[in-house]
C-alpha cells in the first residue's frame, strides 16, 4: 500500500479514515492513554513508510505532526485532546439542552434533584457517566 499510495494520499487516508472511524466511540467514552498512543503509533507507521520486516525513521516528532498546518505541522490530531473535547461538548449539550432524550436519561439516572454541574460521581456510575462527567471541570 505505501509504494501505491503518495505523501497526500497518506495525508487524506489517515485525515479521512483513521482519525475519523473513532469519533463516535471518543464522544462518549474516555479512551485510555495508551490506547491513544497505540492509534498515534500505527498513523506514523503508516505514514513513515513501516513495513513488516524493516523500521522507518520518524523525522518528525508526534507533537510537530499533530501542529496546525499554519504552524508547520501536518495537522494530524492529537487524539487525547479530540477525545477530552468530545467529552466536554457532551457535557456541555446536557448543560445546554436538558430536555433532550440523552440529557433527560443522564439526569434521570445520575443527577435527579441536582444539576449536572453539582452532582458527584456517585456509585457504580457507566464508564459513560464517568468519562463525562470527568470531562464537567473543563465546562465550569
Given at each position: 500500500m505505501e509504494r501505491l499510495v503518495s505523501w497526500e494520499g497518506r495525508e487524506v487516508l489517515i485525515k479521512a479514515a483513521a482519525q475519523t472511524i473513532l469519533t463516535y466511540a471518543m464522544s462518549i467514552f474516555k479512551f485510555?492513554?495508551?490506547?491513544?498512543?497505540?492509534?498515534?503509533?500505527?498513523i506514523s507507521k503508516f505514514w513513515w513508510g513501516?513495513?513488516?520486516?524493516?523500521?522507518k525513521?520518524?523525522?518528525?516528532?508526534?507533537?510537530?505532526?499533530c501542529q496546525r498546518k499554519e504552524d508547520g505541522?501536518?495537522?494530524?490530531?492529537?487524539?487525547?485532546?479530540f477525545n477530552d473535547a468530545l467529552l466536554v461538548k457532551q457535557?456541555?449539550?446536557?448543560?445546554?439542552n436538558p430536555?433532550?432524550?440523552h440529557a433527560r436519561l443522564l439526569k434521570a439516572?445520575?443527577?435527579p434533584i441536582t444539576g449536572f454541574l453539582d452532582v458527584d460521581?456517585?456509585?457504580?456510575?457507566?464508564?459513560?457517566?464517568?468519562?463525562i462527567w470527568g470531562a464537567r471541570e473543563v465546562v465550569t
Open positions: 485510555l492513554q495508551e490506547l491513544c498512543n497505540n492509534i498515534h503509533a500505527t513501516h513495513k513488516q520486516e524493516e523500521r525513521i520518524h523525522w518528525l516528532s508526534r507533537l510537530k505532526l505541522g501536518l495537522g494530524f490530531r492529537d487524539m487525547e485532546a457535557g456541555w449539550r446536557l448543560l445546554k430536555d433532550s432524550l439516572q445520575y443527577f460521581l456517585g456509585s457504580r456510575p457507566s464508564y459513560v457517566w464517568q468519562s
